[in-house]
């Protein structure tokens, strides 16, 4: 399987190399102070000096990264942490006694404090090492496998979050230059299969290792998944930010998602140029640490292993138990700024605040300033007037070449929000541009309104319009569809920042009053684990600028806790394909499922057709044929109100082979297409006096083929199954219906193009055009009273000429092409309309055969613009053109059917501003956080008024399926009732209506759904 496993190398633990067979410089596992005399520490490993003969993977295993502090007698944490990237127990949580878990507010990095003292006596019977050593002790292993059904599962599963850790089994070679090279040295792959370059930020872990020759070397190397902001910019190589870590792995699934690759042979055909090495400059032996691709010129060892996704515990990520915190940020100058002596990288500096925002910084909060980022670690002497004195500093990312120089200047401290600061609501939000009189007064129209956390977020738990708005209006106002301010919340790239920021410029006509709230609740400001914060600040009530230019502008906003959201209250505001989930407050549209629907002698209109037990060979025929039949709503046994039935994809097609018997065949060349027939074939027939309707059907030889078809594109027909694709005919294709009537497939989805199904919207209600003519409009007369006793009446749904797409039929049309190597023996079971009569048409065909001279005729259905028949070889002579180019021949048959496409109409919605613009509607979840490959699709349609008879236009209610009123209610803008795409199109019209196209994914059953709408629009 191109994996070899092996046993491990006998000589693996030899070799006189660079390190002579050197031995740890003190017992394994015991916690030493680094070279650098800088007061971080290490563990030593067991290793061999860098002087093994091969080097081996020991194991690979995750955790969490930490940085260590130990606190002083009094408990104070020490200033600067004494293990930095420190992988701990996944598990780990704060328990007061033994450790303290906390986030720094300014990186968003996690601090382990571990309570006790580093080189004190122990203290309840353990030490700072004993406790830093415990931390570590249950790291979870990646098991050793390989994926693609290469190894065996099951494979281990590690949050998408998590740091892996590779130890190796001895010194490695870890200068500077290798440092910044670790990426070429070892790859991750993502996806099923695992297949896709993930970029994680790899570096050489500095807490396990020995010193060699004066200098420390590293055993293992760390492996983040995730990157902040603050290791993007320090990091020697380019590397963006990511919050999330790894993708998450298919829900339901066991199977690997993820492979750690590392090479362990240069070979530029494989890209591998870099390798880990030794001290002594030896490579991995693979047969050492199986399993490995030996097919590979690399000979990569791989651990495939799965990540976690939404349905695993804490959704797939790391073990938090911690509420995330609102970090407010406070507007300063640092004045002064001078370093601690014997230290590079800790500072006292004076601060003066620049707003009514102040502040005693507390250990643990950050201060950001000239592109670094300073963690508060002793001191701050608050002084009257808002001036601090005296803060110790840490630098804790960003440059520090400039030294103390690099502290002056503007910057803001980062603090968790706490209801005991004597501050305003106001100071926890930043708004841009600031406020003329901060921290919210004299607010711009033009304000984006900021809020920030101490760890990643989930971007969907804040919405516009349900956890983080803007409502207008005075202070005492509800919340409802026409005063919250259509925005859209934005994420920065590491989800701890997010910026609310109108559609249009706030509208300041009335007073200006607006007031900002964070809203907790279910769903609502979610960190990656589901936690949500203890608290959150009051809501910030604010006016504008009332120096700045009048704006003009409002909006409506639906956020489905009802049907009836808007004024006029009573009426309903939608109406369609959906669910509404009142606790959820969100509407979804129907299940994503797959139906077959039989069209034989056991319901529907077929039933009671006449049978014809030869059947016909059309379209079969090796010397071609072009042939147009159709379906109706009612062979189904279908009524025509029922809306379930309304826009289904069409899948697949088959027909019912005569007595179920099928002979072998092959059609190299066959095409099939499918679309909307003009034609609505209405066999209501009186055997004395013929049928009602005769000219109802599929048109004659007179007409040509494209008189059954439409040109809107819609409705127009469509290649489902190209001619080059063919047509195998096979026996064990067989099978039998619920009516047990034999069946067989045509090829549509079956052959040629099986992975990618194409599929036609039949019955689809955004089909404008309109058909049915010389029948008797909806319900058909078939329909009413017997023998099929479906309706009461006919025609009162929509007279002649005027059926739309929900009453037309499916038209298809088979093109076979002549061929030598097709036998055409293979009859298609019929049945016939009105008895002893030819019309209505439900068949227009052109076929091949031999004519009374014995001359055989081909037919080119590419050719064949009017249908011209056949021959029939039982004629007299035989050969015989037949009499008719279409008749009532119906083919019995199957339509498989998935449904894929949900569509929604709102009422008219009225914007009360005279000849007003559009703006790009906000939608939540946005398309980019809707589930892969489903879509949400928008259109529009304007009016300018209504005339006073019928339903009123603002009830959905009184809606049909496409969105109408009655004819002639509605003053289209324009004028024009056609829908657009382009919010644009509506531009100057007072009114407006939406129409919602929801789509499936057929391959993986998920639909999209809608937790609020926004609309603006402005004068």
């Given at each position: 399987m191109g994996v070899l496993f092996g046993v491990l190398w006998a000589g693996c633990g030899g070799g006189a190399g660079f390190g002579g067979g050197v031995l740890p410089s003190g017992a394994v596992g015991s916690l030493v102070a680094r070279p650098e005399g800088n007061g971080r520490l290490f563990f030593i490993d067991d290793h061999r000096g860098g002087g093994r003969s091969a080097l081996g993977l020991s194991g690979v295993t995750w955790g969490r990264l930490v940085d260590v502090f130990d606190v002083d007698p009094s408990g104070k944490p020490s200033p600067a942490p004494l293990l930095q990237d420190l992988v701990v127990d996944p598990d780990l949580i704060s328990d007061g006694v033994r450790y303290r878990l906390e986030v720094n507010p300014g990186t968003g990095g996690e601090r382990l404090i571990v309570l006790r003292t580093h080189g004190a006596p122990p203290v309840g019977g353990v030490t700072f090492e004993q406790l830093v050593r415990d931390a570590q002790a249950l790291l979870a292993p990646v098991l050793p496998r390989a994926a693609g059904g290469i190894t065996p599962g099951p494979f281990s599963l590690v949050p998408r979050n998590a740091t892996l850790v590779l130890q190796f089994d001895d010194l490695l070679l870890d200068d500077e230059g290798v440092a910044d090279s670790l990426a070429d040295r070892l790859g991750l792959l993502t996806g099923l299969p695992p297949t896709t370059p993930f970029e994680v930020l790899p570096s050489f872990d500095p807490n396990h290792g020995d010193v060699l020759g004066g200098r420390f070397h590293s055993t293992r190397v760390l492996l983040r998944t995730t990157v902040s902001e603050a290791e993007a910019s320090s990091s020697s190589v380019p590397i963006r930010v990511n919050a999330i870590g790894l993708p998450e792995s298919l829900a339901g699934s066991g199977d690997a998602n993820a492979t750690l690759r590392i090479p362990t042979r240069v070979d530029a055909s494989a890209g591998s140029f870099r390798l880990l090495r030794n001290l002594s400059g030896k490579a991995i032996l693979p047969e050492a640490s199986p399993p490995f691709d030996a097919t590979s010129p690399a000979r990569e060892l791989l651990r495939a292993f799965r990540t976690g996704n939404d349905g695993d515990i804490n959704r797939g990520f790391l073990l938090d138990v911690t509420r995330p915190r609102l970090i407010g940020g406070f507007g300063l100058d640092v004045v002064s700024s001078t370093p601690v002596a014997g230290t590079a990288d800790r500072f006292r500096a004076d601060i003066e605040f620049t707003t009514p925002c102040v502040a005693r910084p507390s250990l643990g909060d950050a201060l950001e300033v000239a592109g670094s980022v300073f963690e508060v670690s002793g001191g701050a002497r608050v002084l009257s007037g808002g001036g601090v004195r005296d803060i110790e500093l840490r630098r804790v990312a960003g440059d520090g070449s400039s030294g103390a120089a690099g502290l002056l200047g503007h910057g803001f401290l980062r603090l968790p929000y706490g209801p005991g600061l004597p501050v305003s609501s106001g100071c926890w939000w930043t708004l841009v541009p600031a406020a003329g009189a901060p921290p919210i007064g004299d607010v711009s129209s033009f304000s984006s309104f900021e809020v920030r956390f101490d760890e990643p977020m989930v971007a969907g738990s804040f919405r516009a319009f349900d956890s983080m708005r803007l409502v207008r209006g005075a202070a005492g106002a509800k919340a409802s569809a026409r005063n919250l301010v259509v925005a859209s919340v934005h994420a920065s790239r590491d989800l701890r920042s997010f910026t609310l920021t109108p559609l249009l410029p706030l509208d300041n006509r009335q007073g200006g009053t607006y007031r900002l709230e964070l809203l907790l609740g279910p769903g609502n400001l979610l960190d990656l684990a589901g936690n949500t914060p203890a608290l959150v600040p009051d809501r910030v009530h604010f006016l504008l600028d009332p120096e700045e230019p009048a704006q003009e502008n409002g909006g409506i906003v639906f956020r489905f806790s009802s049907l009836d959201e808007l004024d006029p209250f009573g009426e309903t505001d939608l109406r369609g394909q959906f669910t509404l989930d009142s606790t959820r407050e969100t509407i979804r549209p129907r299940p994503l499922e797959f139906f077959s629907a039989a069209c034989d002698s056991f319901g529907g209109a077929p039933s009671v057709m006449l049978p014809f037990p030869k059947g016909v060979q059309t379209p079969l025929s090796p010397l071609g044929s072009r042939l147009q039949s159709m379906w109706r709503y009612v062979d189904f046994g279908w009524q025509v109100r029922d809306e379930s039935k309304y826009n289904i994809d069409v899948i697949g097609m088959s027909w019912s082979p005569v007595g179920g018997v099928v002979l072998s065949d092959f059609f190299p060349r066959f095409e099939m297409r499918v679309g909307h027939s003009r034609k609505l074939p209405d066999e209501e027939c009186n055997p004395a006096r013929g049928p009602s309707y005769p000219a109802s059907g599929l048109a004659d030889g007179t007409v040509p083929f494209s008189n059954n078809e439409f040109t809107e594109p819609l409705a127009a027909m469509r290649t489902v199954h190209p001619e080059s694709f063919g047509y195998r005919i096979d026996s064990s294709n067989v099978y039998?219906?619920?009516?047990?009537?034999?069946?067989?497939?045509?090829?549509?989805?079956?052959?040629?193009?099986?992975?990618?199904?194409?599929?036609?919207?039949?019955?689809?209600?955004?089909?404008?055009?309109?058909?049915?003519?010389?029948?008797?409009?909806?319900?058909?007369?078939?329909?009413?009273?017997?023998?099929?006793?479906?309706?009461?009446?006919?025609?009162?749904?929509?007279?002649?000429?005027?059926?739309?797409?929900?009453?037309?039929?499916?038209?298809?049309?088979?093109?076979?092409?002549?061929?030598?190597?097709?036998?055409?023996?293979?009859?298609?079971?019929?049945?016939?309309?009105?008895?002893?009569?030819?019309?209505?048409?439900?068949?227009?065909?052109?076929?091949?055969?031999?004519?009374?001279?014995?001359?055989?005729?081909?037919?080119?259905?590419?050719?064949?613009?009017?249908?011209?028949?056949?021959?029939?070889?039982?004629?007299?002579?035989?050969?015989?053109?037949?009499?008719?180019?279409?008749?009532?021949?119906?083919?019995?048959?199957?339509?498989?059917?998935?449904?894929?496409?949900?569509?929604?109409?709102?009422?008219?919605?009225?914007?009360?501003?005279?000849?007003?613009?559009?703006?790009?509607?906000?939608?939540?979840?946005?398309?980019?956080?809707?589930?892969?490959?489903?879509?949400?699709?928008?259109?529009?349609?304007?009016?300018?008024?209504?005339?006073?008879?019928?339903?009123?236009?603002?009830?959905?209610?009184?809606?049909?399926?496409?969105?109408?009123?009655?004819?002639?209610?509605?003053?289209?803008?324009?004028?024009?009732p056609s829908w657009s795409n382009s919010i644009s199109s509506l531009d100057g019209a007072r009114y407006f209506q939406v129409r919602l196209s929801l789509i499936g994914n057929m391959h993986s059953g998920a639909i999209p759904e809608i937790d609020s709408l926004g609309f603006a629009f402005l004068r």
């Amino acid at each position: 399987m191109g994996v070899l496993f092996g046993v491990l190398w006998a000589g693996c633990g030899g070799g006189a190399g660079f390190g002579g067979g050197v031995l740890p410089s003190g017992a394994v596992g015991s916690l030493v102070a680094r070279p650098e005399g800088n007061g971080r520490l290490f563990f030593i490993d067991d290793h061999r000096g860098g002087g093994r003969s091969a080097l081996g993977l020991s194991g690979v295993t995750w955790g969490r990264l930490v940085d260590v502090f130990d606190v002083d007698p009094s408990g104070k944490p020490s200033p600067a942490p004494l293990l930095q990237d420190l992988v701990v127990d996944p598990d780990l949580i704060s328990d007061g006694v033994r450790y303290r878990l906390e986030v720094n507010p300014g990186t968003g990095g996690e601090r382990l404090i571990v309570l006790r003292t580093h080189g004190a006596p122990p203290v309840g019977g353990v030490t700072f090492e004993q406790l830093v050593r415990d931390a570590q002790a249950l790291l979870a292993p990646v098991l050793p496998r390989a994926a693609g059904g290469i190894t065996p599962g099951p494979f281990s599963l590690v949050p998408r979050n998590a740091t892996l850790v590779l130890q190796f089994d001895d010194l490695l070679l870890d200068d500077e230059g290798v440092a910044d090279s670790l990426a070429d040295r070892l790859g991750l792959l993502t996806g099923l299969p695992p297949t896709t370059p993930f970029e994680v930020l790899p570096s050489f872990d500095p807490n396990h290792g020995d010193v060699l020759g004066g200098r420390f070397h590293s055993t293992r190397v760390l492996l983040r998944t995730t990157v902040s902001e603050a290791e993007a910019s320090s990091s020697s190589v380019p590397i963006r930010v990511n919050a999330i870590g790894l993708p998450e792995s298919l829900a339901g699934s066991g199977d690997a998602n993820a492979t750690l690759r590392i090479p362990t042979r240069v070979d530029a055909s494989a890209g591998s140029f870099r390798l880990l090495r030794n001290l002594s400059g030896k490579a991995i032996l693979p047969e050492a640490s199986p399993p490995f691709d030996a097919t590979s010129p690399a000979r990569e060892l791989l651990r495939a292993f799965r990540t976690g996704n939404d349905g695993d515990i804490n959704r797939g990520f790391l073990l938090d138990v911690t509420r995330p915190r609102l970090i407010g940020g406070f507007g300063l100058d640092v004045v002064s700024s001078t370093p601690v002596a014997g230290t590079a990288d800790r500072f006292r500096a004076d601060i003066e605040f620049t707003t009514p925002c102040v502040a005693r910084p507390s250990l643990g909060d950050a201060l950001e300033v000239a592109g670094s980022v300073f963690e508060v670690s002793g001191g701050a002497r608050v002084l009257s007037g808002g001036g601090v004195r005296d803060i110790e500093l840490r630098r804790v990312a960003g440059d520090g070449s400039s030294g103390a120089a690099g502290l002056l200047g503007h910057g803001f401290l980062r603090l968790p929000y706490g209801p005991g600061l004597p501050v305003s609501s106001g100071c926890w939000w930043t708004l841009v541009p600031a406020a003329g009189a901060p921290p919210i007064g004299d607010v711009s129209s033009f304000s984006s309104f900021e809020v920030r956390f101490d760890e990643p977020m989930v971007a969907g738990s804040f919405r516009a319009f349900d956890s983080m708005r803007l409502v207008r209006g005075a202070a005492g106002a509800k919340a409802s569809a026409r005063n919250l301010v259509v925005a859209s919340v934005h994420a920065s790239r590491d989800l701890r920042s997010f910026t609310l920021t109108p559609l249009l410029p706030l509208d300041n006509r009335q007073g200006g009053t607006y007031r900002l709230e964070l809203l907790l609740g279910p769903g609502n400001l979610l960190d990656l684990a589901g936690n949500t914060p203890a608290l959150v600040p009051d809501r910030v009530h604010f006016l504008l600028d009332p120096e700045e230019p009048a704006q003009e502008n409002g909006g409506i906003v639906f956020r489905f806790s009802s049907l009836d959201e808007l004024d006029p209250f009573g009426e309903t505001d939608l109406r369609g394909q959906f669910t509404l989930d009142s606790t959820r407050e969100t509407i979804r549209p129907r299940p994503l499922e797959f139906f077959s629907a039989a069209c034989d002698s056991f319901g529907g209109a077929p039933s009671v057709m006449l049978p014809f037990p030869k059947g016909v060979q059309t379209p079969l025929s090796p010397l071609g044929s072009r042939l147009q039949s159709m379906w109706r709503y009612v062979d189904f046994g279908w009524q025509v109100r029922d809306e379930s039935k309304y826009n289904i994809d069409v899948i697949g097609m088959s027909w019912s082979p005569v007595g179920g018997v099928v002979l072998s065949d092959f059609f190299p060349r066959f095409e099939m297409r499918v679309g909307h027939s003009r034609k609505l074939p209405d066999e209501e027939c009186n055997p004395a006096r013929g049928p009602s309707y005769p000219a109802s059907g599929l048109a004659d030889g007179t007409v040509p083929f494209s008189n059954n078809e439409f040109t809107e594109p819609l409705a127009a027909m469509r290649t489902v199954h190209p001619e080059s694709f063919g047509y195998r005919i096979d026996s064990s294709n067989v099978y039998l219906n619920e009516h047990r009537v034999p069946m067989i497939p045509f090829p549509w989805n079956r052959s040629g193009n099986a992975a990618a199904p194409v599929t036609y919207t039949w019955r689809d209600t955004a089909i404008q055009a309109l058909g049915g003519s010389m029948g008797a409009g909806l319900p058909m007369a078939i329909e009413e009273g017997g023998p099929l006793f479906v309706e009461e009446s006919f025609g009162d749904l929509a007279k002649p000429d005027e059926v739309p797409s929900i009453g037309l039929p499916l038209l298809w049309e088979v093109r076979c092409f002549p061929t030598a190597s097709g036998i055409g023996l293979n009859p298609l079971t019929i049945r016939l309309g009105c008895l002893g009569w030819a019309t209505p048409n439900f068949r227009s065909f052109s076929t091949g055969g031999v004519n009374v001279n014995g001359r055989t005729i081909q037919v080119d259905p590419s050719l064949e613009e009017y249908p011209s028949g056949g021959f029939n070889p039982s004629s007299q002579p035989p050969g015989k053109r037949t009499a008719r180019q279409a008749d009532n021949s119906f083919y019995v048959g199957e339509l498989d059917y998935v449904v894929r496409v949900s569509r929604i109409h709102t009422a008219w919605l009225d914007t009360v501003l005279l000849a007003p613009r559009y703006i790009a509607p906000v939608l939540e979840p946005p398309a980019t956080a809707q589930p892969t490959g489903t879509s949400i699709v928008f259109d529009y349609r304007g009016a300018d008024g209504f005339t006073s008879v019928g339903r009123s236009p603002f009830d959905a209610d009184g809606l049909d399926a496409y969105g109408d009123l009655a004819p002639g209610r509605v003053l289209f803008h324009g004028p024009d009732p056609s829908w657009s795409n382009s919010i644009s199109s509506l531009d100057g019209a007072r009114y407006f209506q939406v129409r919602l196209s929801l789509i499936g994914n057929m391959h993986s059953g998920a639909i999209p759904e809608i937790d609020s709408l926004g609309f603006a629009f402005l004068r």
